[in-house]
């Protein structure tokens, strides 16, 4: 069964960096799923980040992320990688890896998740 792990989360001052990573275990993945990552802050809904496709390319990303946030998959691995820059307070959550078999943002498609890794930005 496939089983995705997050890491890399942590506390940073604004404007700071952090690279996110997500690895994945135990299952195979077809060529053509798509690995997301979403994030959700305390009281609000969960919302979608960035993706690209598992075989790589086609990186599509929030426009509150946009310029700042790069979504990568080495070729021939398991692990995909969201580095962020120029964090802000607002990028503070809980951010989640995911794979789903459609190209969408709608979280509620995805049907295998990672437990999370909390970033927090404040100075």
């Known amino acids: 069964q496939l089983q995705l792990v997050e890491s890399g989360g942590g506390s940073v001052q604004p404007g700071g960096s952090l690279r996110l990573t997500c690895s994945a275990s135990g299952g195979r993945l077809l060529s053509s799923s798509i690995q997301a990552w979403f994030r959700q802050a305390p009281g609000k809904e969960r919302e979608f980040v960035a993706l690209?496709?598992?075989?790589?390319?086609?990186?599509l990303y929030a426009d509150s992320v946009k310029g700042r946030f790069t979504i990568s998959k080495p070729n021939g691995g398991n692990t995909v990688y969201l580095q962020m820059n120029s964090l802000k307070a607002e990028d503070t959550a809980v951010y989640y890896c995911?794979?789903?078999?459609?190209?969408?943002?709608?979280?509620?498609?995805?049907?295998?998740w990672g437990p999370g890794t909390q970033v927090t930005v404040a100075s």
């Open positions: 690209i496709r598992w075989r790589g390319g086609s990186e």
């Open positions: 995911a794979v789903g078999p459609q190209y969408e943002t709608n979280h509620r498609l995805y049907k295998v």
